[in-house]
């Protein structure tokens, strides 16, 4: 009995002190407001929030390291997250979580497209170059080409020029050859016509002379004297005909002489005519083959030179392919292999943030659960 009324007695006092203990938490709740937390529950919200917090700083490094602007935006949003407390849930790491995988995907998405972007670059960059480095050979040859030609028909054109102007020489020339020699032929028919009819009247008139004279020293000799208050005097009429002998023969050899000098420079202009005709002849040939030349190199330059706009208009049209493939796959503030090296250690990063967020939410859950456990036991004493 004294056993039973004592534990009687010592139930009554902790029924007492249990009755004032929720008379006090009753006061406590109406005057604060507070919501009762139990003690596991914010010893694992403080660990989860230190795991945020190492979590967002471990990202911080990796963008400071990598001076990643997504990654440091990143850390911010876990440590805002954090700080809100608006994502507590049975998990209290899967917002975090979600966000480090969707970060790892957006970044292995961007190496992907970034690789494809090289790849397309590399080969792009590959054909324009060879394609643009062939139309400037091309060009290049084509030019070579027409100012070839061009300079091959300025030559002939000039060497035309220089002919005609030697064919309006040589005519000019037998002009004035044609010129002189009728005048010279119209003063050999002249002095021919003078000196036949000279010779011709000397001619005459020795005969006459000798007829007479010579008559008259035969009947001196032969016949009886002539009447009185006559008389031929053959030895006057001897010395005349001697003189006009000599008359006729230098008469004769001037005759001669004109029709010799006219002779010889009929033969000298005959001469040096047929070798003006052959000259001009020739001439006139050397510049039709010429011209047709000129002709022919003129319609190839043509040509020549509206394959080369063609070509020309391709080519710039690649060029400016090309300066804006250079603007795409060359001005980039990193070359892609610094680009892919940042990216993979991004995502090596995260992976990385993604195990340490594994390993301490396992261990906040191990460690959570045997503190449970025990308050809860401690409580039921």
């Known amino acids: 009995m004294t056993v039973a009324t004592d534990h009687e007695t010592s139930v009554r006092a902790m029924n007492d002190e249990l009755k004032v203990l929720a008379q006090a938490i009753k006061i406590i709740s109406e005057s604060t407001g507070l919501v009762q937390t139990s003690f596991i529950q914010t010893n694992m919200e403080i660990a989860v929030l230190n795991v945020e917090s190492k979590i967002a700083k471990f990202v911080r490094k990796i963008a400071k390291d990598q001076n990643s602007g997504s990654l440091a935006q990143l850390a911010s949003r876990i440590m805002a997250l954090s700080r809100s407390g608006a994502f507590r849930s049975a998990d209290p790491f899967v917002k975090i979580r979600g966000m480090i995988e969707d970060m790892v995907s957006k970044l292995e998405s961007q190496m992907s497209s970034e690789a494809q972007e090289k790849a397309y670059c590399d080969e792009e960059m590959s054909k324009t170059s060879a394609k643009k480095d062939k139309l400037e050979y091309t060009v290049d040859k084509l030019t070579n080409h027409i100012d070839k030609d061009s300079a091959r028909s300025a030559e002939l054109k000039e060497q035309v020029t220089v002919l005609q102007e030697e064919l309006a020489a ?171 090296q940042a990216r993979e250690a991004e995502i090596k990063g995260l992976k990385e943030a993604l195990d340490v967020l594994e390993n301490e939410a396992a261990l906040i859950q191990q460690h959570g659960g045997k503190r449970g456990r025990n308050m809860r036991g401690s409580l039921q004493l």
């Open 170 to 340: 040589l005519a000019q020339e037998q002009a004035t050859m044609d010129k002189v020699r009728q005048e010279a032929n119209g003063v050999f028919v002249e002095n021919k016509a003078t000196l036949d009819k000279g010779l011709a009247g000397i001619r005459k008139a020795t005969g006459v002379l000798k007829d007479y004279f010579g008559a008259a020293a035969a009947s001196f000799v032969q016949q009886p004297a002539a009447p009185a208050g006559h008389s031929a005097d053959s030895g006057a009429g001897g010395s005349i005909i001697s003189i006009l002998e000599v008359a006729e023969s230098d008469m004769a050899k001037e005759l001669v002489q004109v029709e010799t000098q006219e002779a010889d420079e009929a033969s000298a202009y005959e001469e040096t005519t047929q070798s003006n005709k052959m000259t001009v002849a020739a001439k006139v040939q050397d510049v039709k083959y010429k011209r047709m030349e000129a002709a022919g190199l003129d319609k190839t330059i043509t040509e020549v030179s509206n394959d080369r706009a063609t070509t020309s208009s391709e080519l710039d049209a690649v060029n400016t392919y090309f300066t804006k493939l250079q603007g795409r796959c060359v001005a980039k503030p990193q070359p892609y292999e610094e680009r892919k």
